[in-house]
């Protein structure tokens, strides 16, 4: 009876996977060289196909694994992100909507802007001011920490950004309320520790495009990670 040669065990010592909405593509490195390998993804749960991939790679704890997705870009553009709630100084709760007065369409007589991430009703004006320079104008007091607190608390976010005026040259006062806001368990976005950069309206929409997509993102990387114990590093939009 003849001998059946089984097929050696494939290890991978570095893998490139790139998860999309039709397809899980792999580059694997080996002892042997390199190869490929295509999946279906998993839409419903796209970890699934990634874990799969790694698995039929061979992956193991000391495989060196960077990852790509668009997991983040299509819940952003599919609007399937967090119920967030935006903290920001009082008066200016409407700088997400108002923008930079830039017309999506300029000849349209009646233009249709894309609704804000988040809705009037869920962004908290706070009592405190900043100059520009960092500058103390108006304090914040331990009492409005406590109602502003409150106030998110009824709102029932899944997700919270924080974005004060001016906090991107001194961010004391977003940092108190961010530490404040911690308590109700769920992901805290400061502007100040996310893109602290002059502008308020850029740096208010990208802190709350965080937060609506940080609980999707932080569930999808732990379901990798508690399948795959080796180095996972993910590359960013900027390729970094």
């Known amino acids: 009876m003849a001998r059946v040669r089984s097929e050696p065990r494939r290890v991978a010592l570095a893998v490139g996977i790139d ?6 593509d792999l580059v694997i490195d080996g002892p042997s060289g390199r190869w490929a390998m295509k999946l279906p993804s998993t ?14 790679a061979g992956a ?19 609007r399937r992100g967090a119920r967030v709630t935006f903290v920001t100084t009082a008066g200016v709760e409407d700088v997400l909507e108002i923008g930079r007065q830039q017309r999506p369409d300029l000849h349209a007589l009646q233009p249709q802007r894309v609704p804000p991430l988040v809705p009037r009703e869920r962004r908290i004006g706070t009592h405190e001011r900043l100059a ?24 029932r976010p899944e997700a919270i950004a924080v974005g004060l005026l001016h906090a991107w040259s001194q ?27 002059i502008r308020e309206y850029e740096r208010f929409a990208t802190t709350c495009a965080n937060a609506f997509l940080e609980p999707l993102v932080h569930a999808y990387l732990d379901a990798i990670a508690a399948r795959h114990t080796g180095p996972l590093e993910v590359v960013l939009s900027h390729g970094g």
């Open 60 to 78: 193991g704890a000391r495989t060196r694994v960077h990852h790509g997705s668009t997991v983040a870009t299509n819940a952003l553009l599919e």
């Open 43 to 56: 839409p419903a749960a796209p970890a699934e196909a990634v874990v799969e991939g790694l698995a039929r």
């Open 132 to 155: 520009a320079g960092g500058a103390v104008l108006a304090p914040l007091t331990a009492r409005e920490v406590q109602r502003v607190v409150r106030a998110v608390r009824r709102t």
């Open 19 to 24: 998860t999309g909405g039709t397809f899980t």
């Open 171 to 197: 961010p004391a006062h977003e940092q108190r309320l961010a530490r404040a806001l911690a308590v109700l368990g769920v992901p805290v976005s400061a502007s100040s520790a996310i893109a602290p950069e």
